[in-house]
């Protein structure tokens, strides 16, 4: 055979560079080489124990079976409570949608919406599988720059000079990856107020709404006239550590649930039973919440630990990300490029991150660090891109990050 024709439609599809940059990792590892892993956006605490034994119970019961596409009854009913809760929007179950993992709420809410040919914004830097899914349904990504400037915090006069007669939706993330920067409740408002004078649909990305350090978490869902207009992703993976159970939930018009369920019906067929009970136990168990502050309290120490460290390095800057467990650090003053440090990074200290660009044009001069890692490993990583930038080959600096561990 001379070799697959793929399809046109293959070659509009992105990636998240960081698998690639794990992948890349972990072969340097199998050579025997000492890896400070900053790259990923996953938490690495283990999820809350009443949760898995939520899901042991659940098997033990029986729940290995296909359930509803949109999810099992009960179990829409205690997210529509959870959202209800967090949002302060009475939610009814019809209006929920579970799916094994966020991302398809942003597939499915495009598949169900988009044109081609369709405008859609979204911010940049930001989550990389947006303009990938964007161009993969044949509409056209149109960046809204976040700017340091504003505390990485999507500029609403911009926004409004990007909307054109062919815009037809909007996506924003908040808590954000990758900058951690979080909308103020007047961002929120204004944002609203230019979707409803525009008619725009909003899919608003609170992946990381429970990872917020100061204050509440303003939900774009809870502005007035927002719930008919827009999708609330939202998921397990990141309050209770639980990426690998692939669970994500959507609140959204009823009618666009209902095409949920149509694309549901064609692909998974419906989350994994198990993973769905032990939701109710993340939404409603008595310890679930306890786990959450206590992953924060974690979390904002190495915060702490990451900015001040890369503060102290000449030629970086860092900002304090108001959410989320990202950074993104100005390298500019430096002199490098940020796709060159992250190979030298990797290569010659030792340290995995990701250059700024892998989440859009505006991350020039920036990189991602993810502080999903023990204080140690944070410490240790710092201190070898302060000996790389201080052009002390780490094999020379003691660190001995070149060196076999
Ligand atoms: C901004 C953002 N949205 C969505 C997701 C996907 O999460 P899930 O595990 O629910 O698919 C991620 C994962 O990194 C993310 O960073």
Redesign the pocket.
Same mark, same amino acid.
């Given at each position: 055979m001379s070799g697959l024709r793929i399809a046109d439609r293959m070659s509009r599809l992105g990636t /998240?560079s &960081?698998f690639e940059t794990l992948a890349q990792a972990r072969r340097l590892e199998a050579q025997g080489r000492d890896v400070v892993h900053m790259e990923i +956006? /996953?938490p690495d605490f283990a999820t809350p124990p009443n949760i898995s034994e939520a899901a042991i119970r659940a098997l033990r019961e029986g729940a290995t079976h296909y359930t509803p596409a949109s999810g099992i009854w009960e179990v829409r009913e205690a997210t529509a409570r959870y959202v209800t809760r967090q949002t302060g929007v009475p939610t009814v179950p019809e209006q929920i949608v579970l799916v094994p +993992? =966020?991302?398809?709420l !942003?597939h499915f809410a495009l598949l169900s919406l988009i044109e081609p040919g369709d405008e859609v914004l979204l911010p940049d830097p #930001?989550?990389p @599988?947006y303009s990938s899914l964007i161009n993969f349904v044949g509409a056209t990504p149109v960046s809204v720059p976040i700017r340091e400037q504003n505390d990485f915090r999507l500029d609403v006069r911009e926004l409004r000079s990007l909307v054109t007669p062919r815009t037809r939706a909007l996506i924003v *993330?908040s808590p &954000? *990856?990758p900058t951690g920067g979080v909308l103020t409740r007047e961002d929120c408002e204004a944002i609203a107020a230019v979707a409803i004078e525009h008619d725009l649909f909003v899919v608003s990305?609170e @992946?990381?709404s429970r990872l917020i350090y100061d204050g509440r978490h303003v939900s774009l869902y809870s502005i007035d006239g927002m719930a008919e207009r827009c999708v609330l992703?939202d +998921? !397990? =993976?990141?309050a209770w550590a639980m990426?690998g159970w692939? !669970? #994500?939930f959507g609140a959204m018009p009823v009618q666009l649930a209902q095409r949920m369920d149509t694309l549901m019906i064609n692909t998974s067929s419906c989350a994994a039973a198990f993973t769905q009970w032990a939701a109710v136990e993340a939404f409603e168990g008595a310890a679930s919440d306890a786990a959450v502050s206590a992953m924060m309290a974690e979390f904002t120490e190495r915060r702490d630990v990451v900015v001040d460290g890369l503060n102290a390095i000449p030629g970086v800057r860092c900002h304090k990300p108001a959410g &989320?467990f990202y950074v993104f650090p100005n390298i500019e003053a430096t002199g490098w490029d940020e796709r060159a440090l992250q190979q030298a990074l990797l290569n010659e200290a030792g340290v995995a991150v990701l250059a700024g660009t892998a989440f859009g044009a505006h991350g020039r001069g920036y990189l991602r660090l993810s502080y999903a890692n023990s204080v140690a490993n944070l410490e240790k990583g710092i201190e070898r891109i302060g000996n790389l930038l201080a052009g002390t080959p780490p094999e020379r600096s003691g660190s001995g990050a070149a060196v076999p561990s």
């Amino acid at each position: 055979m001379s070799g697959l024709r793929i399809a046109d439609r293959m070659s509009r599809l992105g990636t /998240e560079s &960081a698998f690639e940059t794990l992948a890349q990792a972990r072969r340097l590892e199998a050579q025997g080489r000492d890896v400070v892993h900053m790259e990923i +956006g /996953e938490p690495d605490f283990a999820t809350p124990p009443n949760i898995s034994e939520a899901a042991i119970r659940a098997l033990r019961e029986g729940a290995t079976h296909y359930t509803p596409a949109s999810g099992i009854w009960e179990v829409r009913e205690a997210t529509a409570r959870y959202v209800t809760r967090q949002t302060g929007v009475p939610t009814v179950p019809e209006q929920i949608v579970l799916v094994p +993992g =966020s991302k398809n709420l !942003l597939h499915f809410a495009l598949l169900s919406l988009i044109e081609p040919g369709d405008e859609v914004l979204l911010p940049d830097p #930001g989550y990389p @599988i947006y303009s990938s899914l964007i161009n993969f349904v044949g509409a056209t990504p149109v960046s809204v720059p976040i700017r340091e400037q504003n505390d990485f915090r999507l500029d609403v006069r911009e926004l409004r000079s990007l909307v054109t007669p062919r815009t037809r939706a909007l996506i924003v *993330n908040s808590p &954000a *990856n990758p900058t951690g920067g979080v909308l103020t409740r007047e961002d929120c408002e204004a944002i609203a107020a230019v979707a409803i004078e525009h008619d725009l649909f909003v899919v608003s990305d609170e @992946i990381y709404s429970r990872l917020i350090y100061d204050g509440r978490h303003v939900s774009l869902y809870s502005i007035d006239g927002m719930a008919e207009r827009c999708v609330l992703m939202d +998921g !397990l =993976s990141k309050a209770w550590a639980m990426c690998g159970w692939r !669970l #994500g939930f959507g609140a959204m018009p009823v009618q666009l649930a209902q095409r949920m369920d149509t694309l549901m019906i064609n692909t998974s067929s419906c989350a994994a039973a198990f993973t769905q009970w032990a939701a109710v136990e993340a939404f409603e168990g008595a310890a679930s919440d306890a786990a959450v502050s206590a992953m924060m309290a974690e979390f904002t120490e190495r915060r702490d630990v990451v900015v001040d460290g890369l503060n102290a390095i000449p030629g970086v800057r860092c900002h304090k990300p108001a959410g &989320a467990f990202y950074v993104f650090p100005n390298i500019e003053a430096t002199g490098w490029d940020e796709r060159a440090l992250q190979q030298a990074l990797l290569n010659e200290a030792g340290v995995a991150v990701l250059a700024g660009t892998a989440f859009g044009a505006h991350g020039r001069g920036y990189l991602r660090l993810s502080y999903a890692n023990s204080v140690a490993n944070l410490e240790k990583g710092i201190e070898r891109i302060g000996n790389l930038l201080a052009g002390t080959p780490p094999e020379r600096s003691g660190s001995g990050a070149a060196v076999p561990s």
